[in-house]
């Protein structure tokens, strides 16, 4: 029966994500930007919160703490804060609940006790490829059925804290298909390239992880003998990032609504001035938009129908207000927005950077 | 959060899909010059009162079948899909006007005709400037034997001129108030307006002393009451013609070949469906969301309703005008459809008032909300 009410223990997740966030996570934003490293003692705050490692541990009775519509409001709140912080935690967590998701009994078995422990365990889902023309229904990277083991060769690109990473789950073409493969960080021909450095989501240290003939038992490949469903780790990655940017988007408009009542230019406070007041109602509206339309996606993916147009639909869509709103942001502010006393430079950077996370959201 | 459909709500928007498909024909406004007298309005509307659509929203008790408010998208929805001309805007209007401002022996009566297909109504609240402000200048009214007179004009009053009787918002002593007045009273006159949107009947409403009866639990908060459930109406529609538009223009897109290839296949078609579809889902759910909002009483419906109005009224544009593009220069021809859901996302984006009204709606209700 069609309901648009949060359940009491999403009510109370996103209130407490949001507390995180304003009071923990976004005073470090700045900092952890001009480092570009995410340092052990943030990483063990985000820890804290236990959202991993509850998700590590739910057994299958309990796959309500792996429900992607709970997953979209934390996102989003932490998005809100820093997406960067944001993006390491959903990077970690597109890892578990694909295992948790889609990994046979003994690969839940095996991997999941490494993600309910009481450290920062990092790990992701190695998607993208570096090389123009990149899309995601067509992998370079191979698999090769040699014996009962696969040979997988190939580059990955864009891997959050790739050398901190116990574990890549590896999407790669196999048998004409695409397949994942988890593929520890200590496998004979897995090499993590040095960071590059980007226009955003700097404190990530995203890089290339190199597989170079890496052998990998069959007992690896994601659901076993089944294989895996590559397209619903694709839509629950769409939903996680465009979460992200509905949460960086609100984030501007919080930020942006005190000031533009404190500010007065011509006599008036430019919160009066109608060319900034309708620039914060579409604001308020896109970001509305964004998640209900996340929501949505997710919602399917709950529900186990087809989400994939409406991940995509979510992911471009977000992509594109996201980066309105950062950019009205920025400009709402005037000279105060490109100067690194206020965060709408860094969260225009990440709005930037997450909108093309995928290849350019445009293609 | 669950975004599942009854089998109910699916029923009822199917059988209301069916029943428009077999029975809107927009053909005749396919020629040059056509106008909304050109379509059977009458003769669907008849249909359509066999359907009990009028009586959706009217509760119970006053023998209606008391129907939320996600029901009612999923009919209102069909109409929008299907440009339907009837006077369905109307007769809602006119229902939600006599549940905020009648007295129980006036709903008793007026909402009564509704159900049983007698009586149809219409709203005739906005001013010669297009404004809904309270009080009004339009119309003043004075005390008269028996009831009162209404003097003066009221504009862009939708399905007034097939209506029974209009309800009409007019200043008394210095406040706005309802009336109702039959159409066919001394007086009374109801001129068409040549309203671009020519699927729906848009008219100016004068009056000279018009007899006329108080709603008499008339007060200032009935249009905000009725002016938010018109919202959602509009935003349906758009929701609903913009994947009209979309569908169109795919299907066409897949059909038009150029330069060896159909159009669909070249990025700057398929980019502007991609971006129809985007928005058209964002409507989609903020309808949805503003439905179960009114239904459940919840206090962000006003909210909802505005910002889906605002937002579907420029999706529904941008999604008519990207369709136009779509077919390219016959799409603006007259034997084709497309002009006429251009020109209702056009209408519909003002016909309560622009996006940027509802926009500063949204900007006083989050000032309320903040203080």
Same mark, same amino acid.
């Given at each position: 029966?069609?309901?648009?009410?949060?359940?009491?223990?999403?009510?109370?997740?996103?209130?407490?994500?949001?507390?995180?966030?304003?009071?923990?996570?976004?005073?470090?934003?700045?900092?952890?930007?001009?480092?570009?490293?995410?340092?052990?003692?943030?990483?063990?705050?985000?820890?804290?919160?236990?959202?991993?490692?509850?998700?590590?541990?739910?057994?299958?009775?309990?796959?309500?703490?792996?429900?992607?519509?709970?997953?979209?409001?934390?996102? *989003?709140?932490? @998005? +809100? %804060? #820093? =997406?960067?912080?944001?993006?390491?935690? !959903?990077?970690?967590?597109?890892? $578990?609940?694909?295992?948790?998701?889609?990994?046979?009994?003994?690969?839940?078995?095996?991997?999941?006790?490494?993600?309910?422990?009481?450290?920062?365990?990092?790990?992701?889902?190695?998607?993208?490829?570096?090389?123009?023309?990149?899309?995601?229904?067509?992998?370079?990277?191979?698999?090769?059925?040699?014996?009962?083991?696969?040979?997988?060769?190939?580059?990955?690109?864009?891997?959050?804290?790739?050398?901190?990473?116990?574990?890549?789950?590896?999407?790669? *073409?196999?048998? @004409? +298909? %695409? #397949? =994942?493969?988890?593929?520890?960080?200590? !496998?004979?021909?897995?090499?993590? $390239?040095?960071?590059?450095?980007?226009?955003?989501?700097?404190?990530?240290?995203?890089?290339?992880?190199?597989?170079?003939?890496?052998?990998?038992?069959?007992?690896?490949?994601?659901?076993?003998?089944?294989?895996?469903?590559?397209?619903?780790?694709?839509?629950?990655?769409?939903?996680?990032?465009?979460?992200?940017?509905?949460?960086?988007?609100?984030?501007?408009?919080?930020?942006?609504?005190?000031?533009?009542?404190?500010?007065?230019?011509?006599?008036?406070?430019?919160?009066?001035?109608? %060319?900034? =007041?309708?620039?914060?109602?579409?604001?308020?509206?896109?970001?509305?938009?964004?998640?209900?339309?996340?929501?949505?996606?997710?919602?399917?993916?709950?529900?186990?129908?087809?989400?994939?147009?409406?991940?995509?639909?979510?992911?471009?869509?977000?992509?594109?207000?996201?980066?309105?709103?950062?950019?009205?942001?920025?400009?709402?502010?005037?000279?105060?927005?490109?100067?690194?006393?206020?965060?709408?430079?860094?969260?225009?950077?990440?709005?930037?950077?997450?909108?093309?996370?995928?290849?350019?959201?445009?293609? | 959060?669950?975004?599942?459909?009854?089998?109910?709500?699916?029923?009822?928007?199917?059988?209301?899909?069916?029943?428009?498909?077999?029975?809107?024909?927009?053909?005749?406004?396919?020629?040059?010059?056509?106008?909304?007298?050109?379509?059977?309005?009458?003769?669907?509307?008849?249909?359509?009162?066999?359907?009990?659509?009028?009586?959706?929203?009217?509760?119970?008790?006053?023998?209606?079948?008391?129907?939320?408010?996600?029901?009612?998208?999923?009919?209102?929805?069909?109409?929008?899909?299907?440009?339907?001309?009837?006077?369905?805007?109307?007769?809602?209007?006119?229902?939600?006007?006599?549940?905020?401002?009648?007295?129980?022996?006036?709903?008793?009566?007026?909402?009564?005709?509704?159900?049983?297909?007698?009586?149809?109504?219409?709203?005739?609240?906005?001013?010669?400037?297009?404004?809904?402000?309270?009080?009004?200048?339009?119309?003043?009214?004075?005390?008269?034997?028996?009831?009162?007179?209404?003097?003066?004009?009221?504009?862009?009053?939708?399905?007034?001129?097939?209506?029974?009787?209009?309800?009409?918002?007019?200043?008394?002593?210095?406040?706005?108030?309802?009336?109702?007045?039959?159409?066919?009273?001394?007086?009374?006159?109801?001129?068409?307006?040549?309203?671009?949107?020519?699927?729906?009947?848009?008219?100016?409403?004068?009056?000279?002393?018009?007899?006329?009866?108080?709603?008499?639990?008339?007060?200032?908060?009935?249009?905000?009451?009725?002016?938010?459930?018109?919202?959602?109406?509009?935003?349906?529609?758009?929701?609903?013609?913009?994947?009209?538009?979309?569908?169109?223009?795919?299907?066409?897109?897949?059909?038009?070949?150029?330069?060896?290839?159909?159009?669909?296949?070249?990025?700057?078609?398929?980019?502007?469906?991609?971006?129809?579809?985007?928005?058209?889902?964002?409507?989609?759910?903020?309808?949805?969301?503003?439905?179960?909002?009114?239904?459940?009483?919840?206090?962000?419906?006003?909210?909802?309703?505005?910002?889906?109005?605002?937002?579907?009224?420029?999706?529904?544009?941008?999604?008519?005008?990207?369709?136009?593009?779509?077919?390219?220069?016959?799409?603006?021809?007259?034997?084709?459809?497309?002009?006429?859901?251009?020109?209702?996302?056009?209408?519909?984006?003002?016909?309560?008032?622009?996006?940027?009204?509802?926009?500063?709606?949204?900007?006083?209700?989050?000032?309320?909300?903040?203080?």
């Amino acid at each position: 029966m069609i309901s648009f009410e949060l359940s009491e223990e999403q009510q109370i997740v996103r209130s407490t994500m949001a507390e995180f966030g304003k009071t923990v996570l976004a005073p470090q934003a700045r900092r952890l930007d001009t480092d570009s490293c995410i340092d052990d003692g943030v990483l063990a705050e985000l820890w804290s919160t236990e959202i991993i490692q509850a998700q590590a541990e739910a057994v299958e009775e309990e796959a309500g703490s792996r429900s992607p519509v709970t997953n979209a409001i934390i996102l *989003e709140e932490l @998005g +809100a %804060a #820093d =997406a960067t912080l944001a993006l390491a935690m !959903a990077s970690t967590m597109g890892f $578990v609940q694909a295992i948790a998701d889609q990994g046979s009994a003994e690969q839940r078995a095996r991997l999941l006790g490494g993600f309910a422990g009481e450290t920062f365990q990092a790990a992701a889902v190695a998607m993208m490829e570096p090389r123009f023309g990149f899309d995601v229904s067509r992998f370079q990277t191979k698999a090769d059925k040699a014996g009962d083991d696969y040979i997988v060769r190939g580059v990955k690109a864009m891997v959050p804290l790739a050398s901190r990473c116990s574990h890549f789950l590896v999407v790669a *073409e196999a048998d @004409g +298909a %695409a #397949d =994942a493969f988890i593929v520890p960080l200590d !496998a004979a021909g897995v090499t993590v $390239v040095e960071p590059k450095g980007a226009l955003g989501l700097r404190a990530l240290e995203m890089a290339e992880v190199a597989f170079d003939s890496v052998r990998v038992p069959s007992s690896m490949r994601l659901g076993e003998g089944n294989g895996a469903d590559v397209q619903r780790i694709i839509d629950s990655a769409r939903v996680g990032i465009s979460s992200i940017l509905a949460g960086l988007s609100r984030g501007v408009m919080e930020y942006v609504i005190p000031y533009t009542k404190e500010r007065i230019v011509h006599g008036a406070p430019l919160a009066q001035k109608q %060319a900034i =007041a309708f620039n914060i109602a579409d604001m308020h509206i896109d970001v509305e938009a964004m998640r209900w339309l996340n929501w949505r996606a997710a919602w399917a993916l709950e529900a186990r129908q087809p989400a994939t147009r409406t991940a995509q639909l979510a992911y471009t869509y977000a992509g594109q207000q996201a980066m309105r709103i950062a950019d009205d942001g920025l400009q709402a502010f005037g000279g105060h927005g490109f100067v690194k006393a206020h965060p709408l430079e860094l969260w225009y950077r990440n709005a930037r950077s997450l909108s093309v996370l995928e290849g350019a959201a445009g293609v | 959060m669950d975004f599942t459909l009854s089998d109910d709500h699916k029923a009822l928007r199917d059988s209301a899909h069916v029943f428009l498909d077999k029975e809107v024909d927009l053909g005749p406004l396919l020629k040059p010059g056509a106008t909304v007298a050109d379509v059977d309005y009458a003769g669907l509307w008849k249909k359509i009162v066999d359907m009990g659509w009028p009586g959706m929203v009217v509760p119970e008790v006053y023998g209606g079948l008391g129907l939320d408010y996600v029901d009612l998208i999923m009919v209102v929805g069909e109409m929008g899909r299907t440009l339907a001309p009837a006077p369905l805007f109307g007769a809602l209007a006119g229902v939600w006007s006599v549940l905020a401002a009648g007295s129980e022996a006036q709903k008793t009566q007026l909402l009564g005709g509704v159900v049983g297909g007698n009586l149809s109504l219409a709203l005739a609240i906005a001013d010669a400037d297009g404004g809904y402000e309270a009080p009004g200048r339009g119309v003043s009214a004075e005390a008269a034997p028996g009831g009162y007179r209404l003097t003066g004009s009221k504009s862009f009053v939708v399905d007034a001129a097939s209506a029974d009787k209009i309800i009409v918002a007019a200043v008394l002593d210095g406040e706005r108030r309802y009336f109702v007045v039959d159409r066919t009273a001394s007086g009374l006159e109801v001129e068409l307006v040549a309203w671009r949107d020519i699927t729906r009947e848009v008219a100016t409403v004068r009056l000279d002393k018009v007899p006329a009866e108080l709603l008499s639990g008339s007060a200032e908060d009935a249009w905000p009451f009725v002016r938010d459930r018109l919202y959602l109406v509009l935003a349906a529609e758009s929701a609903a013609g913009a994947h009209a538009a979309l569908d169109q223009a795919v299907e066409y897109a897949k059909q038009r070949v150029a330069f060896g290839r159909p159009i669909g296949a070249f990025q700057a078609i398929k980019h502007q469906l991609a971006e129809i579809a985007g928005q058209g889902e964002c409507a989609n759910v903020a309808v949805q969301y503003a439905a179960w909002a009114l239904s459940e009483g919840d206090p962000r419906a006003s909210l909802a309703v505005a910002m889906a109005q605002s937002y579907n009224s420029e999706a529904y544009r941008d999604a008519t005008h990207r369709n136009i593009q779509v077919f390219g220069a016959i799409g603006f021809t007259w034997e084709m459809k497309n002009h006429l859901f251009y020109k209702r996302a056009r209408c519909n984006a003002e016909l309560l008032g622009a996006p940027a009204s509802q926009r500063e709606q949204v900007i006083q209700i989050l000032e309320r909300e903040a203080a």
